[in-house]
Every structure is written in C-alpha cells, then in structure tokens.
C-alpha cells in the first residue's frame, strides 16, 4: 500500500467516525446532510463513484436509504461494534495490514476467516456438506482463540463460523467474541438454538451476527431441514427483532427453489422479519450424498442473475449472490484471496466447498497454511476465469481443480468418504458445458453496456 493510499485510508477512517457519531443523534434529519460533511473534509476527486452512488441513494431516498435507517433501529451498543469492527477494523485497519503482509510475505491474506467450531450438528439436512466431516469433531476454545490471534495479525478482523451447527458450541462461541472484542464474529446457523439466554449474551458482548439458513417457503424449507423448522426459524428470528439484534438469511438456491427464494414475496417476507442481509449460494454437488439434479439450470441461474440485480435495487436488504456476484471481488475469493476455511478437525482449505488441504491448524501457523502449496496454487491461478461468470475451479472450470490438487498433493479432508478429486470434477463437467455458452453471453453483454457508461 503506497503513501497516499494509507492517508486516503486514514483520513477516511477520521470521516467514517465523525459521520457514525453525527448519525447516532438523530439518523432521519442527519443522513441527508452527510454528504456535505463528507465533502468538506475528503479532497473531491478521492472515491468519486462511491460518494456519488451514495449521494443519488440518500437523495432518492429509496431502499439503500430505509436500509440505514433499519440500521438504525438496531440497540445502540450493537450497532457501534459493528461500525467499529466491521467497517473501521475489518474493512479499513485490516486490509491495509493484509495488503502489507501480502506482499511482504507474497501469499494471499484473508479478509474473513470462515471457522467450524463442531461438525456435530442437532439436525439431518439433506445436501448439507457439514454432514461429510463426520459429527464428532470440534475446535477447542484454545485453537479457536490462537486462530483468531493469529489472525489479528495479519489483518482479519472478519470470523465466521460454519459447521456442523456452530451454536452448538454457544459458549465457546460468545466468549471468544467476548475475548476478541476488535473483531465482528458471523454465524451461519439453522437458527433453532437462538433464545432468550442466547439473546442477552449477543446484546452483552454485542460483536454476533446470525446469518439463518432459509430455504424458501415453509413447504421447501421443512422438505430439506425437517417439519416444524420453517416456524422455529421463524420464532427465531422474531425473537432477534423484538431484542433489536442484526441478522440475515443465508440461502442455497436449487433447481427446485430459485423461482421462489427470487421471487418479491421472500425478500419482502424477511425483510418484514428483520432480515438486514441475504447471501445466496449456488447449490454445489459436492460429496458422497451429491445430487446433481439440484443444480440450476442456465436459465435458472441467469434468473438469479437478473432477478437479484433487480431486487438490489428496490427491496432494503442487503443482498449477494455469491456465484453470480464475482465481479464486484475480481473472481475466486478463496486460497486465502478474501478467505479460507478451518474445519472442526483443523484442516485448512482453501474454501468451504473444496475438501482439499496439505496442512492442519495443529501443526502449522496461520501464515504457513497461507503458504501451503495449494494455497500458493489459488494465489498464482487466480482469477480462474477472465469472465466473472465463471469464477470456480470447480464448478465453472472443472478441469483447473484436478490440475490443482495433483500437483500440489493435496488430500481429500472427507474422511467418511473420500472423494477423488476426478470423481467431483467430472460431476461438474456438463454443468460447467452447459453454463459456459449463457455465461459468455451475459458477461459479454454486461461489459459493453459498462463501456457504453463509461
Ligand atoms: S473455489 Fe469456487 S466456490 Fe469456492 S470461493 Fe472460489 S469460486 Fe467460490
């Protein structure tokens, strides 16, 4: 990071706070006049097309502006650690120092470190990769801390846990947050362990963030998690609200739900829940219980592609559609680009659907593992694919991961059923034939309606 872009940085770390304490004193009458704090202190040529997105967005007061006030309905204490942690530590403080330490030690520094506190989990859903690890394995508190210390260090600021379901480990999981106070903590969880005493501890520590599988309606969601889920997840999430907690929706999107979870009625049904956030992920086939029919179709994910490009821009919810969204992070985030996974029994893998790794936590550092060959492997490969829709390795280019795992000698890290890296590729194979031709012809068109913009 040059000079400049370190005073641009801490300048606007200056700014972020001056304008969060302006807000905090009254948000309805103060966010209109934020921009003009901010044009008073940033020089007017630094983030032109930020300030002015934001500008167009708080004028047209349309769904990024009700977004901030939901934000604002949130209890006090919560929402300044989240500025604090999330903005100001993760995003400012810790990517400069994980740029730093990229280059210094030229491997790839994580933003987010994604973690299994436990492979056990208290339910049996269908398709969940969780399921492969086995349901005996755990993290201790000691491994999870010496990971999150070490990871300060380097830069990341960023936890989240999957698993197994993490709450599981509920204890462990707020003391660490209660440890590592500087760092904002998520959690992808089936939601059905969220109450009261669950509650009071995320308002007492104030650094967690649920993020609750949600399939779609109450008759997918039951049909893949079990019946009854859909109204606990549901309970959950009143019980967040009512506390003034933040929490999002995690979907997996399928053959058999896109029309549905991309449909107006679900965003409006979990906004109106109190959803901030909704992550989609594309459904991967990967494992002994794959089912590759629960792949989307082309058509299916291009209406993915269009539906919630459409949505971002009327519903006041913040939502990322993770295969279809590389553009806006330069392709494959994983091998450590802008994360990697840690599972229950400390393998470290370049990502939570690659069961690949030459190291465990146990018996090397962090930085290390960063190191590993197929770490260094995703580093030098990436970005994979120059069209954006076709970020994988494995999904969309199913002939890079084999390459990838042989010549650095990776090991599968499914131990109840290993799977041959050949094996899951070639079950890729017609998707990515399939996908390649629409993909080409949206991200073609895609680049020169953004040339005919600029
Ligand atoms: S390896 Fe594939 S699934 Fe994982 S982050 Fe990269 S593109 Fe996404």
């Known amino acids: 990071m040059g000079i400049t872009d370190k005073a641009k940085q801490a300048a606007l770390s200056v700014v972020i706070n001056q304008a969060l304490n302006y807000l905090e004193k009254d948000p309805e009458a103060n966010i209109p006049k934020l921009m003009a704090l901010v044009d008073k202190v940033v020089p007017e040529n630094w983030y032109v097309g930020q300030r002015n997105a934001f500008r167009n967005a708080i004028a047209e007061k349309g769904n990024w502006y009700q977004l901030i006030l939901r934000v604002y309905e949130l209890d006090p204490g919560v929402r300044k650690a989240f500025f604090q942690n999330f903005i100001l530590n993760a995003s400012l403080k810790g990517s400069a120092t994980q740029e730093e330490t990229s280059k210094r030690e030229d491997c790839n520094v994580p933003w987010a470190i994604l973690l299994d506190p436990t492979s056990a989990c208290n339910m049996h859903c269908t398709g969940c990769w969780a399921a492969e690890y086995g349901n005996r394995l755990n993290l201790s508190f000691e491994d999870l801390d010496s990971i999150v210390t070490q990871g300060k260090k380097l830069g990341t600021y960023m936890y989240i846990f999957t698993g197994g379901e993490p709450l599981v480990r509920k204890k462990d999981v707020i003391a660490l947050c209660e440890k590592h106070s500087d760092c904002e903590f998520l959690s992808f969880t089936n939601g059905t362990l969220i109450d009261e005493e669950f509650c009071q501890e995320m308002l007492r520590v104030k650094n967690f963030v649920p993020a609750i599988s949600l399939e779609g309606f109450e008759e ?216 390649t031709p629409t993909a080409e012809k949206i991200w073609t068109e895609s680049q020169a309606g953004q040339e005919k913009k600029d």
């Open 220 to 435: 997918a969601n039951d049909g893949r998690r079990g019946e009854g889920v859909y109204n606990k997840v549901m309970h959950a999430m009143k019980l967040l609200k009512d506390h003034k907690l933040p929490f999002g929706i995690s979907t997996c999107y399928t053959s058999k739900n896109v029309d549905d979870v991309s449909s107006d009625e679900y965003f409006d049904k979990i906004i109106d829940a109190g959803a901030l956030f909704v992550w989609f992920f594309h459904y991967m086939p990967v494992g002994s219980g794959a089912a590759p029919e629960l792949l989307p179709t082309p058509e299916q994910r291009t209406k993915m592609y269009n539906r919630i490009r459409e949505l971002r821009g009327t519903k006041a919810i913040f939502s990322l559609d993770f295969q279809n969204d590389a553009e806006y992070v330069g392709g494959c985030i994983a091998g450590g680009r802008r994360y990697l996974h840690i599972n229950a029994r400390g393998d470290v893998e370049p990502c939570v659907f690659i069961h690949y790794s030459n190291v465990n936590i146990h018996d090397c550092s962090l930085l290390d593992a960063l190191k590993s060959p197929i770490f260094m492997a995703y580093h030098r490969g990436q970005p994979f694919n120059d069209n954006m829709l076709r970020p994988c390795p494995m999904l969309e280019n199913p002939e890079i991961l084999p390459k990838m795992v042989k010549e650095t000698g990776a090991k599968s890290t499914d131990y109840e059923s290993p799977e041959d890296v050949d094996t899951l590729c070639n079950r890729t194979k017609p998707y990515a034939e399939n996908w």
